[in-house]
């Protein structure tokens, strides 16, 4: 596992031990910022489900001006700061549940990706949380990663675009107001 491209560009990162944590390909990874190129500069991320941390490592060497991970599991947390100090950042990495996590976070996030454990049937809990508890900027994005299929659908925010990876499915969303 390595960053793609920015300041980081090419930096291993520590994988995980166990098959709990399921990091992100680096083609979809690829892909993911790729689409967003010009708008991670920056912007300030929230990275669920952080796992290996590599996602927001990922922002944060394309510019990001700040990422928020947050991870509810040891491995993942532990894992998240580990790679973060490998590169030599220094972010807020927080141990606890997404739910939680987005109950108590108050500020407003550009970029927010979303990957948890596939069959977890999490993704219409965040996004109703992000909605309620406002946490995404007016002209922020979400950026959900999931199993082909399992489709999923929120009232929440608007569905701008969908790719597809394989066996892997990547959507990305605004708020409905700003389409």
Known sequence: MR????????????????????PTGDKVKQAIFTKLQFFVADKKVLDLFSGSGALGIEALSRGASDVVFVDSGKEGYNLTKSNLKSVGENCRVIFSSFDVALEKLTEKFDLI??????????????????YKNHLLSSQGIIVCERDRTLPFSTQ????FDTKDYGTVSVDYFKSKENI
């Open 3 to 22: 960053v793609i491209a920015g300041k980081y560009r090419g930096k291993k990162l520590e994988s995980p031990k166990t098959t709990s944590i399921r």
């Open 113 to 130: 990706l979303i990957d948890p454990p596939y069959k977890s049937g999490y993704y219409e809990k965040c996004l109703e949380l992000i």
């Open 156 to 159: 929440y925010f608007e569905l």
